[in-house]
């Protein structure tokens, strides 16, 4: 029973698309990220919802939309893609009684932009 | 922000005892010490957390000395498997300022 699931775990798409890549815990927690690793494997915060709230919006360009229907799903939308967006996504997830550094992560997401 | 110094990789043996050192000399008093464990393709995963002295689990065991400027990780007969690579954070888990920064970690190699 997977505690964060992510889809799809491939993406491959052109320049110029926009694509959406789907989080969802089910572990009954508050707080959901998006992280990005890069070629370099540097894993670094992109966003953070806590109960759909907004919390953690770090320097990303306004192409990355992030959306929470509700509180154990977190979706990632992202217009307009460019080469540099390759990358390995992955959502996290927490619950608030033990912080943000006690994280569950899914599988991520490797997208490729050609 | 306190920021951290790990390795950049370290090798060691199946059945040795491998100790990770992560230097954090301007930890806050309510920062915690938190280490992450990456395999490849795979999220990285939650292994301890602690706040000072020692602490262990069913995975590991975190040193933490009296000035808390540093931290151990230390894993009891390593295997193939623990063959990864290991992040420590620190930071203060009740603080909405706080910034969640995984450095570049430390590549554990582990040779049979």
């Known amino acids: 029973d997977t505690a964060v699931s992510q889809t799809p775990k491939y993406l491959v798409t052109q320049m110029g698309n926009d694509k959406s890549i789907k989080c969802e815990q089910n572990?009954?927690?508050?707080?959901m990220y998006w992280y990005k690793q890069d070629s370099k494997k540097f894993l670094k915060i992109m966003f953070s919802?806590?109960?759909?709230?907004?919390?953690i919006n770090e320097t990303v360009p306004n192409r990355f939309s992030p959306k929470s229907p509700d509180k154990a799903h977190l979706n990632l939308h992202i217009n307009s893609l460019e080469l540099g967006d390759s990358a390995v996504y992955f959502c996290a997830s927490s619950q608030q009684h033990t912080g943000p550094y006690e994280q569950y992560f899914g599988p991520g997401t490797r997208l490729t932009v050609t | 922000l306190a920021k951290t110094t790990q390795p950049i990789s370290m090798d060691s043996y199946e059945g040795q005892e491998v100790n990770i050192t992560c230097s954090h000399n301007n930890i806050a008093t309510n920062d915690y010490i938190t280490w992450y464990q990456q395999f490849p393709s795979q999220g990285p995963r939650f292994i301890i957390q602690?706040?000072?002295t020692k602490v262990t689990n069913e995975v590991a065991s975190l040193f933490i000395p009296a000035d808390r400027k540093s931290s151990t990780l230390s894993l009891p007969r390593v295997s193939l498997s623990d063959t990864a690579v290991y992040y420590c954070l620190v930071g203060d888990p009740w603080s909405s300022a706080s910034k969640i920064i995984f450095g570049s970690g430390t590549r554990l190699s582990i040779r049979p």
């Open positions: 602690g706040y000072k």
């Open positions: 919802y806590n109960n759909k709230e907004l919390i």
């Open positions: 572990l009954g927690h508050d707080t």
